[in-house]
């Protein structure tokens, strides 16, 4: 390959690793990494011509994330009985992560280079709740649009026609008639064989139909009953709370909706688990809702009369904050639903 010596002096102006003054610490595997891609990026020079900086620097994340924290690493831990890592620093030590453990570290990784990033988590819905299963992207803002980015399958969409970081959104993509077409995609990854060789479609979010979508956090997620003749909802491979768990700009709140609720529910209960923040915890039907504020819950049972609210096929748990876009969550174990007695 012939090299172009003139990048080899090029500066690349990105947030530097601190090097404060004092005893050495040995670096730790995320200063290696935001290290790494600093170089790469570097190579391309100050004013890439085909390429923007930003869309750079989060395809070299991508790569160094697929390639070092691997779900086929972590499937031989899990399967060994060994340790699996919790964090960023532990899933770049280990060599080992699931989706979710990449899009952390990715997010962990592109904050010191300068990256504003959000999740976009699919929750994808069964026949029945225990078919429930997940998947998590990233978005990346830059060129006045977010640009998601697959981390697991090394794939990101890239605008037909355009320029090669002219790059899809999660909404671009789902609005798309050949999505597929459009998704680049690193195929030679052994976990993308091994979960084709199993009959498994990596890119199957593209067009599943019975899916929940959090943008930063903030959606709606469907909650199904798993008994009968008293429902309980409980949250399979699905987030087990409603309202906003962060303040930062990007985040999101959730909202649970129940469906399948008989229009004679005459109250339900909260397994509360915990809550924080501040606010008042709304439940919603077709017609009127309820309040209950942050004050009247602790940790157990509570219960909500529905005797004031119109129902119809669902209801709808939210948090409504003391002040837009301050944290007011509550965690819940299950919600169970109480009909009212047969007429006699």
Same mark, same amino acid.
């Given at each position: 390959?012939?090299?172009?010596?003139?990048?080899?002096?090029?500066?690349?102006?990105?947030?530097?690793? &601190?090097?404060?003054?004092?005893?050495?610490?040995?670096?730790?595997?995320?200063?290696?990494?935001?290290?790494?891609?600093?170089?790469?990026?570097?190579?391309?020079?100050?004013?890439?011509?085909?390429?923007?900086?930003?869309?750079?620097?989060?395809?070299?994340? !991508?790569?160094?994330?697929?390639?070092?924290?691997?779900?086929?690493?972590?499937?031989?831990?899990?399967?060994?009985?060994?340790?699996?890592?919790?964090?960023?620093?532990?899933?770049?030590?280990?060599?080992?992560?699931?989706? *979710?453990?990449?899009?952390?570290?990715?997010?962990?990784?592109?904050?010191?280079? *300068?990256?504003?990033?959000?999740?976009?988590?699919?929750? !994808?819905?069964?026949?029945? =709740?225990?078919?429930?299963?997940?998947?998590?992207?990233?978005?990346?803002?830059?060129?006045?649009?977010?640009?998601?980015? %697959?981390?697991?399958?090394?794939?990101?969409?890239?605008?037909?026609?355009?320029?090669?970081?002219?790059?899809?959104?999660?909404?671009?993509?789902?609005?798309?008639?050949?999505?597929?077409?459009?998704?680049?995609?690193?195929?030679? %990854?052994?976990?993308?064989? +091994?979960?084709?060789?199993?009959?498994?479609?990596?890119?199957?979010?593209? %067009?599943?139909?019975?899916?929940?979508?959090?943008?930063?956090?903030?959606?709606?997620?469907?909650?199904?009953?798993?008994?009968?003749?008293? =429902?309980?909802?409980?949250?399979?491979?699905? =987030?087990?709370?409603?309202? $906003?768990?962060?303040?930062?700009?990007?985040?999101?709140?959730?909202?649970?909706?129940?469906?399948?609720?008989?229009?004679?529910?005459?109250?339900?209960?909260?397994?509360?688990?915990?809550?924080?923040?501040? *606010? +008042?915890?709304?439940? $919603?039907?077709?017609? *009127? &809702?309820?309040?209950?504020?942050?004050?009247?819950?602790?940790?157990?049972?509570? +219960?909500?009369?529905?005797?004031?609210?119109?129902?119809?096929?669902?209801?709808?748990?939210?948090? $409504?904050?003391?002040? =837009?876009?301050?944290?007011?969550?509550?965690?819940?174990?299950?919600?169970?639903?109480?009909?009212?007695?047969?007429?006699?």
């Amino acid at each position: 390959m012939r090299t172009n010596m003139l990048l080899l002096s090029a500066v690349l102006i990105l947030p530097n690793v &601190s090097h404060a003054a004092g005893p050495k610490h040995p670096v730790s595997q995320l200063d290696k990494a935001v290290e790494t891609i600093r170089r790469q990026v570097e190579w391309f020079g100050p004013h890439p011509e085909k390429y923007s900086r930003h869309f750079l620097i989060s395809v070299a994340t !991508m790569n160094l994330v697929q390639s070092r924290v691997s779900p086929l690493n972590y499937a031989l831990l899990h399967k060994a009985q060994q340790t699996l890592p919790r964090n960023p620093e532990e899933c770049l030590s280990q060599r080992a992560g699931i989706c *979710g453990n990449q899009v952390l570290t990715f997010i962990a990784i592109g904050k010191r280079l *300068g990256l504003r990033t959000r999740t976009v988590e699919f929750y !994808m819905r069964g026949e029945q =709740p225990q078919q429930n299963h997940s998947h998590i992207c990233v978005e990346v803002f830059f060129e006045d649009g977010w640009r998601l980015f %697959d981390v697991t399958w090394g794939t990101y969409y890239r605008r037909a026609a355009g320029r090669v970081d002219d790059l899809l959104s999660w909404t671009q993509v789902k609005q798309s008639t050949n999505a597929r077409k459009l998704a680049v995609s690193n195929r030679s %990854d052994l976990w993308w064989q +091994q979960t084709v060789a199993a009959g498994v479609d990596p890119l199957e979010y593209i %067009d599943a139909q019975a899916m929940d979508v959090l943008l930063g956090r903030g959606g709606t997620i469907h909650l199904t009953s798993t008994t009968a003749p008293q =429902p309980l909802y409980v949250p399979t491979h699905q =987030p087990n709370y409603v309202g $906003r768990n962060s303040d930062e700009p990007d985040r999101g709140a959730i909202t649970c909706r129940l469906v399948q609720v008989a229009s004679n529910c005459k109250s339900l209960t909260i397994d509360v688990l915990g809550l924080a923040g501040s *606010g +008042q915890l709304q439940v $919603r039907g077709k017609v *009127g &809702s309820v309040l209950v504020a942050f004050d009247g819950i602790k940790p157990g049972r509570l +219960q909500v009369d529905l005797s004031q609210i119109q129902i119809d096929n669902s209801l709808e748990l939210s948090v $409504r904050p003391t002040q =837009p876009g301050e944290v007011g969550y509550v965690v819940f174990r299950n919600i169970a639903l109480q009909r009212a007695p047969a007429a006699p």
